[in-house]
């Protein structure tokens, strides 16, 4: 994992190792929307899809849900004189952001995730690098 962690940039250590956060508005994937899959910048692991991406106005990626159970760990943050959410990943434990009671869809929750937390892998580049089983996923969103 050292190895790993070397390779991050400085911004990408802060946000996910030391609870950092990224300006909004000023990160790689406020406003993307292509279609692919959001993974844990450390190991890979899937986090979001794009399907569940949605424009929350607030700067940062934006996501209904993450793409399946066991991906997130979720815990108390009292930081900042506020009461949140704060959302980790379970299998690099790294940082990614918070949750929020303020979302669309049936649960209304908005997961507001740092971009240097992430790495986006493209639809088209998705079954190359290994997620080809996230693929029905975004085609039947991409279908409605």
Not at 65 to 76: L, N
Request: proline share 8%; net charge negative.
């Amino acid at each position: 994992m050292d190895e790993k962690l070397n390779k991050l940039t400085p911004l990408q250590y802060s946000v996910t190792k030391e609870c950092g956060t990224e300006p909004p508005f000023k990160n790689e994937y406020w406003d993307n929307h292509r279609p692919g899959i959001y993974v844990d910048i450390i190991d890979g692991r899937p986090l979001f899809v794009s399907s569940d991406k949605f424009d929350s106005g607030s700067g940062w990626p934006s996501f209904t849900a993450p793409v399946g159970t066991g991906t997130i760990a979720e815990k108390k943050d009292a930081s900042l004189g506020m009461e949140r959410i704060e959302v980790r990943s379970k299998s690099s434990d790294s940082h990614l952001g918070h949750v929020f009671p303020d979302g669309p869809g049936p649960k209304g929750l908005r997961y507001c995730i740092n971009s240097a937390a992430l790495r986006f892998v493209p639809l088209e580049e998705m079954e190359k690098e290994g997620y080809g089983e996230y693929l029905p996923l975004i085609r039947e969103a991409g279908k409605k």
